[in-house]
């Protein structure tokens, strides 16, 4: 008999060993991960942020290139006197607007009419919003 | 603030090393090894993401601690008490014999739950009743009491199958 007093039967008991759990699911990489995942977000989020500027700013504001796009040709044909100066003009915020404004009256209001072409609908076209509401 | 390769082999080895007796606790808390055992590793994930273990000063008695708040809150948004599994083994028994194993989980049965935790604490999760006391939210003295009558009744459930069954054999 093992059991007689506790310290005899605390011993015996202690023969019993728990069954060992099954092991860990591994999350050893944890730490990293989520790192890693948000460092690459990130960096696909700043490029495509960096692409889509630059995409907005080549072909919507019309921004010359190097070899001498169509879009360049027109700016400069349209705007013969500072084609660059215009182009810097048409991203111009409202600090820098109000400035040019002040100084250079010719200049802002081609700036003015450069952004009006591309925020509001064509009137002068065959098929213009403003042509087919009137006809209609 | 320790490094995260440490502290994962910290922690690692807490489950090696403590990983059974936890489990036997878990399981006599909520009756299901199944739920003790998702306790466990959600105990020790949740360790190896936050490392709060290193703010522990005692880390054996933090760990029991853990499983047992874990399986508690698990069972009050239950909101059901489930009877504790009697079919699966609990211990690997010594000399394979498995009739004794039989024997000592029927009596671990037959204790009232804050006693049997407590002698698993104090028996195979070798706590002191001071850390079993902090484990439990109760003071030492009555974790030495809850002990004692434990073993008491251990005794006599062991003892009395062990005569029934030499009395039938």
Request: proline fraction near 6%; charge should be neutral.
């Amino acid at each position: 008999m093992v059991y007689r007093d506790d310290e005899r039967l605390k011993s015996y008991l202690k023969e019993f060993r728990p069954l060992a759990p099954p092991p860990l699911p591994t999350k050893k990489r944890l730490f990293v991960r989520p790192r890693l995942v948000v460092a690459s977000a990130a960096g696909a989020l700043a490029a495509t942020l960096v692409l889509a500027i630059l995409f907005f700013y080549i072909h919507e504001l019309g921004v010359p290139t190097h070899n001498g796009s169509p879009a360049t040709q027109q700016t400069t044909t349209s705007q013969p006197c500072c084609p660059i100066v215009s182009l810097k003009q048409s991203t111009l915020g409202t600090p820098a607007l109000t400035k040019l404004a002040l100084e250079d009256s010719e200049a802002f209001g081609r700036v003015m009419t450069e952004r009006l072409k591309t925020q509001l609908p064509a009137m002068e076209d065959e098929r213009s919003t403003l042509r087919i509401l009137a006809k209609e | 603030m320790q490094p995260a390769d440490s502290r994962l082999t910290e922690v690692e080895d807490l489950y090696r090393q403590l990983g059974g007796s936890l489990l036997l606790f878990g399981v006599s808390i909520c009756g299901e090894p199944s739920r003790a055992q998702d306790a466990l590793h959600q105990v020790f994930l949740r360790l190896m993401e936050t490392g709060s273990l290193s703010n522990a000063t005692d880390k054996r008695a933090y760990l029991f601690a853990s499983v047992r708040n874990t399986l508690l809150n698990d069972w009050k948004s239950r909101q059901r008490s489930v009877p504790i599994e009697t079919e699966r083994i609990w211990f690997e028994p010594p000399n394979r014999d498995y009739a004794a194993e039989s024997n000592l989980r029927r009596a671990l049965h037959a204790l009232p739950d804050d006693q049997r935790q407590v002698v698993i604490l104090h028996i195979w999760g070798e706590l002191t009743f001071s850390q079993v006391a902090e484990v439990m939210s109760i003071s030492a003295n009555t974790a030495a009491s809850r002990y004692r009558y434990a073993m008491a009744k251990l005794r006599e459930e062991m003892l009395v199958k062990e005569n029934s069954d030499g009395l039938s054999g």
